[in-house]
């Protein structure tokens, strides 16, 4: 049951990304490359340090899940407003989505 809602969180992600990824094109229909590759890369490093940290499930440690949550939303803002213009930002969003869902299709497994 749980790899059943981890399937369906990372589709959400997986189609909540590519939808700001399409949104994210600019005039001439290129998606700024930086700040989508740098969206991925906190992504997937978020998922990292959860799974690290043993936060997989909120029951077992909610303080630990709540302060990597904080720790890292905190510098996806920061990484967010950092961004100049609406397709950079959209990138950068979508980026963090697939990189979340990356790392859940590559470690399904374990």
Do not use: K, Q
């Not at 981890?6 to 700040?35: H, M």
């Not at 590759?37 to 799974?51: I, K, W």
């Amino acid at each position: 049951m749980v790899n059943v809602v981890r399937a369906v969180g990372a589709a959400a992600e997986s189609l909540w990304g590519l939808g700001l990824l399409a949104l994210a094109r600019t005039g001439d229909g290129t998606v700024p490359a930086a700040p989508f590759a740098t969206g991925f890369a906190v992504g997937y490093l978020y998922r990292h340090a959860r799974a690290t940290a043993d936060c997989r499930r909120f029951r077992g440690g909610p303080g630990r899940s709540l302060g990597i949550a904080l720790a890292w939303s905190a510098l996806g803002v920061a990484a967010g407003r950092s961004m100049d213009g609406r397709a950079a930002s959209r990138a950068f969003a979508a980026g963090l989505g697939l990189g979340s869902a990356g790392y859940w299709l590559a470690r399904r497994g374990e």
